[in-house]
């Protein structure tokens, strides 16, 4: 049995979870050159790649791995794992609006198109203001610009979002950013 890698990382913006980009630096360039060669040179199955995703321009909490059991677990639809993300929004949200943002949320919105995706129903999620330009949204679905798309249906934009938790682990809030833990259990 091959050696299980898991690594928990605070990306920051402008860096890409694939394994190759001509625009940007990737998140595997953040990593020492002995974990960047399994991400090419280690057969299917055994590949470190990412869980999930973050957008370019999305920072936070991104996990890393060889074990496609646990990513599986993380990643399938079926097991609604929890995201949480801190959304920074353009515009300020007043509290009457804000009431009604979390309680729409609560039963699921219509998500606009955007860019390769057609308008779509977002499955309920959970909205908490931490004020008037701040919340944390917690997501169990992956669609393509998820949380930028429910802001987009209240005639807002997200200026900045960064995962905090996923399923189980969170941010260490003294990790910075590019930085990242190394364990070889999933438990961190």
């Known amino acids: 049995m091959p050696f299980k890698i898991y690594i928990l990382m605070n990306k920051p913006r402008g860096?890409?979870?694939?394994?190759?980009?001509?625009?940007?630096?990737?998140?595997?360039?953040?990593?020492?050159?002995?974990?960047q060669n399994l991400v090419q040179n280690v057969k299917r199955g055994e590949r470190l790649h990412t869980i999930g995703r973050?957008?370019?321009?999305?920072?936070g909490l991104i996990l890393l791995t060889n074990d496609g059991d646990f990513s599986h677990s993380l990643t399938a639809p079926?097991?609604?794992?929890?995201?949480v993300y801190k959304v920074t929004l353009e515009q300020r949200v007043v509290p009457?609006?804000?009431?009604?943002?979390?309680?729409?949320?609560?039963?699921g919105v219509i998500l606009p198109p955007e860019k390769k995706a057609l308008e779509e129903m977002a499955a309920p999620c959970s909205l908490e203001f931490l004020s008037e330009?701040?919340?944390?949204?917690?997501?169990?679905?992956?669609?393509?610009?998820?949380?930028?798309?429910i802001f987009m249906h209240f005639g807002n934009r997200v200026a900045a979002l960064k995962r905090i938790k996923f399923g189980p682990y969170s941010l260490p809030p003294d990790l910075a950013e590019g930085k990242y833990l190394q364990k070889d259990s999933v438990l961190f």
């Open 15 to 35: 860096v890409v979870c694939s394994a190759v980009s001509d625009r940007h630096r990737t998140i595997y360039e953040l990593l020492p050159a002995d974990l």
């Open 54 to 59: 973050l957008d370019a321009d999305t920072s």
């Open 78 to 83: 079926e097991n609604k794992v929890e995201k």
């Open 96 to 107: 009457p609006v804000q009431k009604k943002m979390i309680e729409e949320c609560k039963k």
């Open 133 to 149: 330009e701040e919340c944390l949204i917690t997501l169990t679905e992956g669609k393509f610009h998820e949380v930028k798309r």
